[in-house]
């Protein structure tokens, strides 16, 4: 079996050029995480390398199979210069981990919640998964392995989770959309919700 972050890498490296930095967090029981910065203009992208290294566990699954299940990859854009975003390395790392360490299968959908600020001052402590296949394409493997997706984070400030666990993933992001909301700033306030 080929080891498949190599290729996740390679895959990240032709969609947003070469990274400027990257960091590895290790934690207790699981593989190591690396976090990799891009910069392109005034935009700069976190992306994780390692939680593909697994497939994702159906977490009430009696044995996890070692070769099939979804595999991912989360990617993080936000405007540079506006806040210390290079702190999110850490809470990016948790939330790649997650797989591993609770069991969970990341889809589009979803909310991650790390219970702090993602870096400091930040008004979110939350992400929305959304659909991959847009910045980065995902990266067919050999079978009978499944693709790496790369699933994109949009940043939610506790009101918007909250907003969105009633009325769903679809219809915050229609609400961001009609509002114009900027996704990619990292100080913006909450899209009004009433």
Request: charged fraction near 25%; aromatic fraction near 4%.
């Amino acid at each position: 079996m080929a080891d498949v972050l190599p290729l996740v890498e390679a895959r990240l490296r032709s969609a947003l050029g070469e990274p400027d930095a990257r960091a590895a967090v290790t934690f207790l029981g699981t593989d190591r995480i690396e976090v990799l910065r891009f910069q392109e203009g005034g935009i700069v992208r976190y992306a994780s390398l390692g939680m593909s290294a697994h497939p994702m566990t159906d977490p009430t699954a009696v044995v996890a199979d070692p070769v099939k299940g979804p595999r991912a990859e989360l990617v993080l854009s936000v405007r540079s210069g506006l806040a210390d975003t290079d702190k999110v390395l850490r809470p990016l790392a948790v939330l790649a981990a997650s797989p591993q360490v609770e069991g969970l299968v990341v889809a589009p959908g979803a909310s991650l919640d790390v219970g702090e600020p993602l870096w400091p001052g930040a008004p979110f402590t939350s992400v929305l998964v959304a659909e991959p296949g847009g910045l980065v394409e995902d990266l067919e493997l050999d079978e009978p392995l499944d693709p790496v997706r790369f699933l994109p984070l949009l940043p939610m400030t506790p009101n918007e989770a909250a907003w969105k666990r009633v009325h769903g993933a679809q219809a915050l992001q229609e609400r961001w959309l009609n509002q114009g909301t900027d996704l990619r700033d990292p100080s913006r306030k909450s899209v009004p919700l009433e």
